[in-house]
C-alpha cells in the first residue's frame, strides 16, 4: 500500500498564475515532509520542507501548508515561473531515521 | 564542491552480467542511500546506510548487495542482472540532523539497461 500519494501526475499552469501541488499520506506516524524538485536527467534537489507541529513554512515563493486531520499537504508556487517546470515529489518521514518515503511525483508545466 | 557523484551515469548489461554502481560524496555526511527510479514512479529505497560499515534493506532490496567501507562512499552491487532492474539508479546521501530533519542530496543518476 502507497504511503505518500501525489493523485495528479500533470499539471499545466501560466506563467504569474498560482501552482498548487497536492500530496496525501496514510501513515500518522510521518512526522516531517520535504518536497523534492527533479529536473529532467538530474537528480532531486530539495526545495521546501514542514514539520508535523506547523500547519504552514513559506520560502519566498514556496509555501508548504500541512493539514494532519485530513494528512494532506500542498505545495504553492506564487507567481509560477517557466523555470519552475519540473517533476515535484512529496517525502515523509518518521523521526531521525532519515528514510524518506516518496511519491510517484506530479510533472508542473509553467506556460509562458 | 562536487556533491555527490555517481559512476557511471549509463550503462547497458546482458542479462546475467554483474556489476557495481560507485556513489561518492565530499560532505562529510552519515547516511546515504540507493534508490531506482522507474517510469511514472517514484523513488523506491533499495539499500541505505547510517554510517561507515553498516547498512541496511530498503523497500526493494532483492537482488541487490551494498558495502560502506569508507564513509564517503557506498556501493550498489548487482550479482545477476535482471531485465527488471532496467531503471534509472539515485544515489543521495544526507546528515542526521539534531531535532531538524535534513533534506538528502542526490547524485544526477546512473541509467541502467538489462538486455
Known amino acids: 500500500d502507497q504511503q505518500v500519494k501525489q493523485n495528479s501526475p500533470s499539471l499545466s499552469v501560466q506563467e504569474g498564475r498560482i501552482s498548487i501541488l497536492n500530496c496525501d499520506y496514510t501513515n500518522s506516524m510521518f512526522d516531517y515532509f520535504l518536497w523534492y524538485k527533479k529536473y529532467p536527467a538530474e537528480g532531486p534537489t ?60 506530479t510533472t508542473l508545466t509553467v506556460k509562458p | 564542491n562536487a556533491g555527490v557523484t555517481q559512476t557511471p551515469k549509463f550503462r547497458v548489461l546482458k542479462t546475467g552480467q554483474s556489476m557495481t554502481l560507485l556513489c561518492a560524496q565530499d560532505m562529510n555526511h552519515e547516511y546515504m542511500y540507493w534508490y531506482r527510479q522507474d517510469p511514472g514512479m517514484g523513488l523506491r529505497l533499495i539499500h ?15 537482488g541487490y548487495n551494498v558495502s560502506r567501507l ?23 546521501s544526507s546528515y542526521p540532523g539534531q531535532g531538524a530533519k535534513q533534506p538528502q542530496h542526490f547524485g544526477d543518476g546512473t541509467r541502467l539497461s538489462i538486455l
Open chain 2, 70 to 92: 569508507k564513509k564517503q562512499n557506498f556501493l550498489l552491487g548487482l550479482e545477476s542482472a535482471a531485465p527488471s532492474q532496467t531503471s534509472v539508479y539515485f544515489c543521495a
Open chain 2, 48 to 62: 541505505y546506510s547510517v554510517g561507515e560499515g553498516t547498512t541496511a534493506k530498503g523497500e526493494v532490496p532483492d
Open chain 1, 46 to 105: 530539495f526545495l521546501i520542507s514542514i514539520s508535523s507541529i506547523k500547519d504552514k513554512n513559506e520560502d519566498g515563493r514556496f509555501t508548504v501548508f500541512l493539514n494532519k486531520s485530513a494528512k494532506h499537504l500542498s505545495l504553492h508556487i506564487v507567481p509560477s515561473q517557466p523555470g519552475d517546470s519540473a517533476v515535484y515529489f512529496c517525502a515523509a518521514l518518521i523521526g531521525n531515521a532519515g528514510k524518506s518515503t516518496f511519491g510517484d511525483g
